[in-house]
């Protein structure tokens, strides 16, 4: 035993000694290598059942706290902003996309908006092609709301082509119809009035290929709709089902990471119907939490998947833990 001891006291030693010598001190130092101020390839794989689910991420957007939360006062934004850590002048938000492989379709939940919304969002097509995962391959584009960080991103930058060429679009009734109106109520609102001649562009050029879904209906096989409006008139989270499990995805029913669950009855600047969207935040973030589901988020920190816990009266996100192994 003491032979064993004064071997590993003596092996330590040498050791030690070995860091603190200068050779080796300067080839350590000569060995640095530049920073390079880049980030690797943003995608992350999940099985779900006999489904493969792989979240590509767009880049982030950032949005003011006074526009998105407008009648908390100033005082009571600053205190959940900081005390998440966050910043609190503006909110960080994540672009997190889903690419569903069901082994018959490929279907992609939202399309990010090719950086026309803001140059930090453009991260997409970088990101599918990281991931082998080709534009050509992509037959099902489901999208939750024509706001631009989820419907842009449909066609290139000019808006003269589709970005997902075989593409079928899905989009719910209530949504198409209410972005479709000619003589549209946000026509001369200020930013919703650029928002509105822009779908209209963009949609333009995939009109041809899109599809209308009432809530509740399956877009193909396991993956249907779920009527969540509020945020919009049309807005659709998702239910994924395979093999017994189940994933329900948000779209923009949350976004930050503090304020919609410890605040869920916060009125949000960006909800069209105001008071609708609180109902419907309430409501989803109750369901998930009663029926412990995983839940893919579109907005939280990035793979965004986690779950949603009771916290008294409100609640709090509970992130997945990250999975290196299929």
Not at 170 to 177: A, H, K, T
Request: aromatic share 8%.
């Amino acid at each position: 035993m003491h032979a064993r001891r004064d071997f590993l006291y003596r092996s330590a030693g040498a050791i030690l000694a070995g860091v603190a010598a200068p050779g080796l001190l300067a080839r350590s130092s000569a060995a640095r290598i530049p920073v390079s101020g880049t980030q690797a390839p943003g995608f992350y794989r999940h099985k779900f059942g006999s489904f493969e689910l792989t979240i590509l991420s767009d880049g982030t957007i950032s949005l003011p706290t006074e526009d998105l939360w407008p009648e908390a006062s100033k005082e009571e934004r600053e205190a959940v902003l900081a005390a998440d850590f966050q910043p609190t002048n503006a909110s960080i938000l994540q672009v997190n996309v889903m690419a569903v492989n069901t082994g018959d379709h490929l279907v992609l939940i939202d399309a990010g908006s090719r950086g026309k919304m803001m140059p930090s969002a453009n991260r997409l097509l970088n990101n599918l092609a990281a991931a082998g995962i080709p534009q050509e391959a992509v037959d099902t584009v489901l999208i939750t709301h024509e706001h631009p960080d989820h419907l842009w991103g449909v066609t290139d930058p000019s808006d003269e082509k589709p970005t997902f060429p075989n593409a079928e679009y899905v989009i719910s009734e209530g949504e198409w119809n209410f972005w479709a109106k000619p003589d549209h109520p946000l026509a001369s609102h200020g930013i919703w009035g650029d928002v509105y001649r822009q779908n209209r562009k963009t949609i333009a050029v995939v009109k041809d290929r899109v599809r209308t879904a009432k809530a509740g209906e399956e877009v193909v096989s396991g993956i249907a709709t779920v009527s969540t409006p509020g945020h919009t008139p049309g807005h659709l989270s998702v239910h994924l089902a395979s093999n017994g499990e189940e994933i329900l995805c948000t779209g923009d029913v949350v976004g930050n990471r503090a304020v919609a669950f410890r605040h869920p009855d916060w009125r949000g600047g960006f909800d069209l119907d105001l008071d609708q969207g609180a109902k419907t935040r309430r409501a989803f973030l109750e369901r998930c939490a009663s029926e412990k589901v995983l839940v893919a988020s579109y907005h939280l920190p990035f793979p965004g998947l986690g779950n949603v816990a009771r916290d008294g009266t409100a609640f709090r996100w509970v992130p997945a833990e990250m999975r290196w192994e299929m």
